[in-house]
């Protein structure tokens, strides 16, 4: 129970706080225009997705079940939610390139779309070439390559046992950070951030990366047993594709 509540009061403050800026900005118009933008939808479904059986998900789920959840959770998710802002902050700078220059050409948006296709047909290829065997009966080093990389980088950067709350939150941030760094759910937040609503994309991914995070902690280690990086491959690679034709749609 004190786990579901750390991981209900994460959420809700970074709901709350989202809401309160829209609020302030644009009215309750606003905030009701942030919550049906696509922006919001495209990246909670990317970040969801791609999260899932990522390496940062693995390194949440190696250190939670060593240490106190709530306290990796929330070094986790203060990582996660910095790489969000950052991510869209640069995607709205690319996107103001074109207002810099005058032109009438939505060069933001046609680079989101061509780095969309690029991580959907990459996922698409990726999962096809994985072998067909599933995780649950022993599967491959490369079918659980992830696994394997955060389990080698969990050892080598918490090689000594950290005893205060603030080792953990800090050591779970840095972790989570900079394993996140230059991701390509970080480059699919930037290209989405560049084509559609700011306000959007950053609650939609922060709530992505918040649902998939707390999975990880949860008992991410005991679904490794059952996670198909194939099919995963696959869903993810569709939804890259989906939303880069909603992208390339909404630019005209």
Known sequence: ????????????????VAAVVTLVRGG????????SKSGFTAAFSLISVSEIGDKTFFIAALLAMQYTKWMVLLGSMGALSLMTVISVVIGRIFHSVPEQFQTTLPIGEYAAVALLLFFGLTSIKNAWD???QSPKSGGSEHELGELVEAEELVKEKVSNKL???VEIIWKS????FFAEWGDR????TIALGAAQSPWGVATGAIAGHAAATSVAVLGGSFLAQYISEKMVGYIGGALFLLFAVATLLGAF
């Open 1 to 16: 129970m004190h786990f579901i509540r750390s991981v209900s009061v994460v959420m809700v403050i970074g709901i709350a």
């Open 28 to 35: 309750p118009s606003a905030l009701m225009a942030t919550i």
């Open 130 to 132: 994985l072998p067909s």
């Open 163 to 165: 005893t205060t709350p």
């Open 173 to 176: 941030f840095s972790l989570v």
């Open 185 to 188: 759910s970080m480059l699919a």
